[in-house]
């Protein structure tokens, strides 16, 4: 092959990582590995796709190393600066709405927050929960499976995308029943690319709460051509917000013993207490970033155990083994592909030149499968040790919820080994339309015991 060719063929591989049509059809892991070999870190032409702007490009990190010294050093590779997703706002006000939240800020703003929440996040606050999770998970293991000795589910619907719904309605203290609100809103952020989830309206006005029907009131409607306003946007999402509002005067009347709560009550070394405006975007990292990771984590696990039915049978026999084999699986699946800073100053990286203003994007998906790191990545080893994988990010972003996460994926998985005994596909599963989340719109399984 020659140069050119040669060339040609890696930013194909490019073009195919950044498409998020690609994974409606599986992650090309391939092109991920090539590009990993050659091509470390690698120019990505943002070309407009699927009714989307394009935009000026950015830089795909790929290599394990890489990506943590990328999340490692916000004082080079700023999380506040451009947001954290490939995507650049669309207007200046869309950019200072996306700079107020967590998720996109740097020290010291970030410190403070984290410290906040960090205080809720207790472990008594945790230990209080892993009772509720034991309870929600064995019931909704039961719903599917009763007294039969065998059937058939949609892992993604009936199983995965209403345990971390119940764990969050726990967390922020709201009504149960408006827990399918939290379903739409995540659908509506991280599925915009994916027309099966952008208009997503799951949630039962008839059933909710008051606050819910108040809220809903403000849920925008489609455009003359089917679209609705950019759900990275605060006009994209007023309901949340209204909901989020309510929620937070509900809790300063009649606090509980919930996380949102505690949060609402805390103060900052210099005593300051959390803005109303800080609790919002908050509720919106909860009820968004909360939700959607888990709920794709657990399909995926499930996927890895259909796809290899000896540590389905190991697990079963070992459960002793779960902790670890949540993990791997986690790194096996990787639900968040792609995370984006904006560098600060010039630098090199990889073999990169980049300049300050560029957009790099790290792959945490190409990290966990990075073979300098982990020996016979395609294959989940419940035993391997150690095991550094960036599921739950690195460096002051790591996600202050990886203990929960990992918490409700074992409560879950020890009730569906004992109860559904061996599980098969019965069916293709439907993957989510985006470069950013690896998601499951549907798992089809069959289950029998054994």
Not at 150 to 159: E, L, M, N, T, V
Not at 380 to 393: A, E, I, K, S, Y
Request: charged letters at 25%; aromatic letters at 8%.
């Amino acid at each position: 092959m020659s140069s050119t060719d040669h060339e040609a063929a890696l930013s194909a591989d490019a073009d195919r990582v950044f498409d998020p049509e690609t994974y409606v059809h599986g992650v090309p892991f391939e092109a991920l590995a090539r590009l990993r070999r050659e091509r470390p870190v690698v120019w990505v032409d943002e070309k407009p796709l699927h009714g989307w702007s394009g935009g000026p490009g950015f830089w795909l990190v790929l290599r394990h190393a890489d990506v943590e010294a990328v999340m490692n050093q916000p004082q080079r590779f700023s999380s506040q600066l451009g947001g954290t997703q490939i995507r650049d706002p669309a207007t200046p006000e869309a950019l200072r709405y996306v700079q107020q939240m967590m998720l996109n800020m740097d020290p010291p703003q970030h410190t403070r927050l984290r410290r906040l929440l960090a205080r809720a996040f207790t472990s008594k606050a945790l230990t209080q929960l892993d009772s509720r999770i034991r309870e929600h998970a064995r019931m909704l293991v039961e719903r599917v499976v009763g007294a039969a000795d065998h059937g058939r589910c949609d892992f993604a619907k009936d199983i995965g995308a209403d345990l971390p719904l119940l764990a969050l309605a726990d967390i922020l203290g709201m009504p149960a029943e408006d827990r399918m609100l939290l379903f739409d809103w995540s659908n509506r952020v991280i599925g915009y690319q994916d027309p099966d989830y952008a208009s997503s309206s799951a949630f039962d006005l008839a059933s909710g709460s008051a606050m819910a029907r108040e809220a809903l009131r403000l849920r925008p409607l489609p455009d003359a051509d089917g679209r609705l306003p950019d759900p990275r946007t605060r006009e994209g999402l007023p309901d949340l917000y209204a909901y989020a509002h309510l929620l937070a005067e509900h809790k300063q009347r009649t606090p509980g013993d919930d996380l949102m709560s505690l949060l609402l009550a805390a103060r900052d070394d210099d005593g300051t207490k959390l803005s109303l405006e800080e609790f919002e975007n908050l509720f919106w990292l909860f009820a968004v970033a909360g939700n959607e990771t888990l709920r794709n984590g657990i399909p995926g696990a499930c996927i890895g155990l259909i796809e290899h039915p000896e540590l389905q049978a190991r697990l079963r026999a070992e459960p002793a083994l779960l902790p670890k084999a949540i993990d791997e699986l986690l790194r096996w699946w990787t639900p968040v592909m792609t995370f984006r800073r904006t560098a600060i100053e010039d630098c090199v990286l990889g073999g990169a030149a980049i300049r300050a203003g560029d957009k790099v994007v790290v792959s945490f998906l190409s990290a966990n499968h990075d073979e300098a790191v982990f020996a016979d990545p395609a294959r989940p080893d419940p035993l391997r040790t150690p095991n550094p994988h960036l599921v739950f990010g690195y460096g002051p972003h790591f996600c202050l919820g990886a203990q929960l996460a990992r918490m409700q994926m074992r409560a879950l998985f020890a009730e569906v080994l004992a109860r559904m005994g061996c599980i098969e596909a019965d069916g293709a599963p439907a993957f989510l339309r985006s470069n950013f989340q690896r998601g499951v719109k549907r798992l089809p399984v069959k289950w029998r015991r054994v």
